[in-house]
């Protein structure tokens, strides 16, 4: 008879479980293999058992083996547990360390001690980039924070933090060549809460947080349109706010007064502010921002962003794109931008698009995304009413916004498929997936756990998983019991998740099992 299949999220490939005896994991259990996998198993078992660290020399047989053979695709592993031992094995060391994040769930109590069951799991990536986003510029979040996010995505096998790192609200990064940004324009946030900045030492701190957990950081300038911030700095380079009846109807509900030029901006409204695309200054502050930001992020991308330029004629949207995506490839990164930037067929061919429309798409804007396509390069796929982790979950929410089609329930955020959203563009053309959490209400990790916490899971799932459909752990309501059962684990992390109405959360005692 087949045991009931171990709670993993998000779901593996292959899982076989039997019904064997399992592995007593003890504070004598061995952990050997990789020195820096040992490290994080380590690590990681401490946290969630408590149990102590026993030297290597003073282990007994049973033993937790953790190597890199390089076989298999990118980012794999295979797990397999029995009485015996356990076996990790990866087909690079970040195959390794998420073979390591999904033994770390499978610890379950066992009376007064812990157990691993005995199962078989092979396991690989459906997608090469899963990235979340933090929104550091409506509400600035210190470097603790952003590390704690990496440390939770990581652990559901995110490999990509995108920094929105400026927006009409606030400039966050140490610019060395232009230090006016941060000393001008970073004080402020949303509602008059304080900013705050990253130094280029902060900067590498995060970068280097991120790599220890095998993600890279993508870094965003958002232009030319939520560059409000730039004017409080250099207000040569910033054309006059464009108020619309929707920035008047944003500042009624939402409040922090219309936008002026170079007064700091406190309130919600988006589409008012544009660099002067033409002017000779505008590029030469380009080339100094961008360059210093291509040369001290070691990724590979440099996200421009492009949203939401609602001020800016359309033909000089276009000139803009096209140019300052060349500007980027040009300084050896691959340049990203919202799929807005797709109105031009002229953007540097090496663009990635990323996407945030609808899962049904509106407006036009599959077009905008299959212009990247078209051009030979790929998108990021950010459907809103799905993934944006901002959106409010319930009608209750505290916290979070509802633009997106209403609230984003867990089931919405569950049933959706990276290669159903956009006609044409399939797994070939799909780099990814990105779960964006923006920060108009957002203030705090807590605040971030509440919203994020459980809906990164069904973004995790979408990035790594199998397609819906072809793995019989890729339903709702395999899902949903999944996720009730990381309540302990996601406790003993120290996660503020929210009890989402429709996941069968059972974690008042260590008793959970899916
Ligand atoms: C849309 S979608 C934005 C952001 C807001 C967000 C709030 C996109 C690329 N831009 O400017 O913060 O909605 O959900």
């Not at 927006?167 to 060549?177: F, N, T, V, Y």
Request: aromatic share 8%; proline share 6%; with cysteine.
């Amino acid at each position: 008879m087949k045991r009931r299949r171990p709670p993993v999220l998000p779901a593996p490939v292959s899982l076989e479980a039997s019904d064997a005896a399992p592995f007593a994991l003890e504070a004598s259990t061995a952990i050997t293999g990789d020195a820096e996998a040992v490290r994080a198993l380590r690590a990681a078992v401490r946290a969630r058992t408590g149990l102590p660290e026993v030297p290597a020399s003073r282990a007994a047989d049973a033993t937790i083996a953790l190597t890199i053979t390089a076989d298999g695709p990118a980012e794999s592993y295979v797990l397999d547990a029995s009485a015996a031992g356990v076996t990790v094995t990866g087909a690079d060391a970040a195959g390794l360390y998420y073979g390591i994040q999904t033994l770390v769930q499978l610890i379950t109590p066992a009376g007064d001690g812990w157990e691993i069951p005995a199962v078989h799991i092979a396991d690989a990536p459906r997608f090469a980039y899963r990235g979340v986003m933090l929104d550091v510029a409506r509400h600035f979040h210190p470097v603790s924070t952003v590390q704690a996010y990496i440390e939770r995505a990581a652990s559901l096998k995110f490999n990509v933090l995108h920094l929105h790192l400026s927006d009409d609200q606030g400039w966050r990064l140490e610019i060395a060549s232009r230090p006016l940004l941060t000393e001008k324009a970073s004080a402020t946030a949303v509602g008059g809460d304080p900013g705050g900045l990253y130094t280029q030492a902060d900067y590498r701190a995060i970068i280097e947080h991120a790599a220890a957990r095998h993600m890279i950081v993508v870094p965003e300038i958002d232009l030319p349109g939520h560059t409000h911030a730039v004017s409080l700095a250099y207000p040569e380079l910033v054309e006059a706010p464009v108020l619309s009846d929707e920035i008047r109807e944003t500042a009624r509900v939402h409040g922090g007064g219309l936008p002026a030029s170079g007064v700091a901006y406190e309130g919600m409204a988006v589409g008012f502010s544009s660099l002067k695309i033409r002017d000779d200054a505008t590029w030469a502050f380009l080339a100094d921002v961008l360059g210093e930001v291509a040369r001290t992020t070691p990724g590979p991308y440099l996200h421009i962003g492009g949203d939401e330029c609602l001020g800016t004629a359309p033909a000089d949207y276009a000139a803009f794109v096209d140019r300052v995506t060349a500007l980027v490839a040009h300084l050896g990164k691959v340049p990203v931008a919202w799929h807005e930037a797709g109105a031009s067929s002229g953007i540097h061919p090496s663009t990635l698009g990323q996407y945030w429309g609808f899962v049904t798409p509106t407006d036009g804007m599959d077009d905008k995304a299959r212009t990247f396509t078209d051009l030979g390069s790929s998108l990021i796929l950010s459907p809103a009413d799905a993934i944006y982790l901002d959106m409010k979950f319930d009608a209750d929410s505290p916290l979070g916004l509802t633009w997106a089609r209403g609230v984003t329930s867990a089931r919405r955020s569950y049933e959706w498929d990276p290669a159903s959203v956009i006609a044409g563009v399939g797994d070939e053309q799909i780099l990814g997936v990105e779960a964006p959490l923006w920060s108009e209400t957002v203030r705090t990790l807590d605040d971030i756990d509440a919203l994020a916490f459980p809906r990164i899971a069904s973004a995790a799932e979408a990035a790594w998983s199998p397609a819906v459909g072809t793995s019989e752990l890729r339903t709702w309501e395999s899902f949903a019991a999944r996720v009730a059962a990381m309540a302990p684990l996601w406790k003993s992390q120290g996660i503020g998740f929210t009890r989402l109405r429709g996941i069968p959360w059972s974690d008042d005692t260590e008793e959970v099992r899916s």
